[in-house]
């Protein structure tokens, strides 16, 4: 269980270099990221946490993001996640509004993602008795670095 009070962002993203790039980026804001790399992981993931906001890529490969947010909206109904979708404004991923909140389009500025998500996260509120969450990737990712400063 997670005794850091910052909101928690999911980022969905199957492209590795994509996803590393933006926990990378959104670790260093006052956030706990955690990420996924198919729907599947998603949804283990949101089924042991509450989270604030989900960056979820639109374009992956199966039409998992849609089949993500489907499955998301099945399991968890009652959720105050925000939804931010991003995809290729000339490819043809389906947005459904009942389950997503906003929508950018490639390619993206990331100081301007990393603000609008650190902003978000901060305004949606907690369910009303939010899940034990585990510890976030990015705070690991901290102790980690933290523990490998000392070592040099």
Known sequence: MTLNNDPR????EDHDVLRVL?????RHQPLGVDTATSAAEALLKVAAC???LIVIDLDMARDQGNAFLQAFREQRP???????AVRDPNGDAAVDPDIVNAVLSKPIELDTLASVVRETAAVVP?????LPCPN?????RARFDRGSEIAN
């Not at 962002?9 to 969905?12: A, K, M, N, Q, Y």
């Not at 009652?78 to 931010?84: C, W």
């Open 136 to 140: 976030a990737e990015s705070d690991v």
């Open 22 to 26: 933006l926990f990378t980026l959104l």
């Open 78 to 84: 009652e959720a105050t996640t925000f939804v931010l």
């Open 50 to 52: 509450d989270y604030a």
């Open 126 to 130: 907690p369910p009303p008795d939010p």
């Open 9 to 12: 962002v999911l980022i969905i």
